[in-house]
């Protein structure tokens, strides 16, 4: 997977490096275009890793910026939503928002009258 970012600087490195494969191909015959070539290589691939070190820090600045905005966790709430299944009835009264029970649960209203 490639990010828009990292298309140039591989296209870079792939420069830089068929610079310098061409710079010891032509070795062979004349000298004079070797030490160009070379030099033009070199600098290509290392201005490419320039930029992906820079965009791998800006990534990683931006993502602990991120991380830093988010809220932190409220671990109170698990405390609450244990307390509140803990006292919950049946899955009458779960189904309908606390507003019945089935009949088989003990706080039913029907069940309350027939004790009392």
């Keep these: 997977?490639?990010?828009?970012?990292?298309?140039?600087?591989?296209?870079?490195?792939?420069?830089?490096?068929?610079?310098?494969?061409?710079?010891?191909?032509?070795?062979?015959?004349?000298?004079?275009?070797?030490?160009?070539?070379?030099?033009?290589?070199?600098?290509?691939?290392?201005?490419?890793?320039?930029?992906?070190r820079t965009a791998s820090a800006r990534r990683r600045e931006a993502v602990l910026a991120e991380r830093a905005a988010r809220p932190r966790y409220d671990h109170a709430i698990d405390d609450q939503i244990t307390i509140a299944i803990a006292g919950a009835c049946c899955e009458v009264w779960w189904t309908t928002a606390g507003t019945s029970h089935a009949p088989y649960c003990p706080h039913s209203f029907d069940q309350t009258l027939k004790e009392g």
């Design 1 to 52: 997977m490639s990010s828009p970012g990292t298309v140039l600087p591989t296209a870079l490195i792939a420069t830089g490096v068929g610079l310098l494969a061409a710079a010891v191909m032509t070795g062979a015959g004349s000298p004079w275009p070797v030490p160009a070539a070379a030099a033009l290589g070199a600098w290509t691939t290392f201005s490419a890793a320039a930029r992906l």
